[in-house]
């Protein structure tokens, strides 16, 4: 779960938003874009390279980095089971208080055993 938890940061979250509109981004370029030192945002590139969100390219002396889309697919897939269960989960309530409302419809007297 290493893209949700990378995700879970604001910065990273930043990063990974400005590449995937972006394309591609010098290290340089995504450093100036945060109030943060660059070593700080070096260590936040490395987190996302590490989850898989971001890949790096090296081109002479620049870092290049680019969105990863297959880096969402942990993601997807946890969401998936997530999904999945709760919608499980929420079947069986509704089927439970079906059952519920069946036993406690109040039975109608038949017409003629009626009081005025």
Request: glycine share 4%.
């Amino acid at each position: 779960m290493l893209a949700l938890s990378a995700l879970a940061d604001p910065t990273r979250l930043r990063i990974v938003e400005m590449l995937a509109s972006s394309g591609q981004l010098a290290a340089t370029d995504i450093s100036r874009q945060f109030p943060i030192s660059a070593p700080a945002v070096s260590q936040h590139l490395k987190v996302l390279r590490e989850s898989g969100l971001v890949a790096v390219e090296t081109r002479a002396q620049q870092r290049i980095y680019s969105f990863n889309p297959a880096g969402i697919g942990e993601m997807e897939h946890w969401l998936q089971q997530m999904r999945q269960m709760w919608n499980e989960r929420f079947d069986a309530l509704d089927e439970l208080l079906k059952q519920e409302m069946k036993k406690r419809k109040p039975k109608r007297r038949p017409r003629h055993d009626r009081k005025p």
